[in-house]
């Protein structure tokens, strides 16, 4: 912090600032990558996803969970089937987690 003695006081909160900011995103890019993707974490959406029941808090959690890895089901021509099937296009909307575009 000895740089901060030669800037102006606003010049230095600014900067201060946005270092916090940096800190914050690559933070949050590191949970990202730290996901594991794997397809049975889904399992409390099963019933939702078979059947049309609304989804549980557990399942959005997980689908939430899971967003950074629904592309790759998607491609995957084990799960293309059931990933993009209606009941599970309508438990992504009642989760709040858009079907992704890939």
């Given at each position: 912090?000895?740089?901060?003695?030669?800037?102006?006081?606003?010049?230095?909160?600014?900067?201060?600032?946005?270092?916090?900011?940096?800190?914050?995103?690559?933070?949050?890019?590191?949970?990202?990558?730290?996901?594991?993707?794997?397809?049975?974490e889904l399992r409390p959406c099963l019933g939702a996803f078979t059947s049309g029941q609304p989804p549980s808090a557990g399942c959005c959690d997980k689908v939430r969970e899971q967003k950074p890895c629904l592309c790759g089901y998607i491609k995957n021509p084990n799960l293309k089937q059931f990933v993009n099937s209606p009941n599970t296009r309508k438990v992504g909307a009642a989760c709040g987690v858009p079907f992704p575009t890939c």
């Amino acid at each position: 912090m000895w740089w901060c003695w030669k800037m102006k006081k606003g010049s230095c909160a600014s900067l201060l600032c946005a270092l916090v900011v940096v800190v914050v995103v690559l933070a949050e890019a590191r949970v990202t990558e730290a996901v594991t993707c794997n397809p049975l974490e889904l399992r409390p959406c099963l019933g939702a996803f078979t059947s049309g029941q609304p989804p549980s808090a557990g399942c959005c959690d997980k689908v939430r969970e899971q967003k950074p890895c629904l592309c790759g089901y998607i491609k995957n021509p084990n799960l293309k089937q059931f990933v993009n099937s209606p009941n599970t296009r309508k438990v992504g909307a009642a989760c709040g987690v858009p079907f992704p575009t890939c």
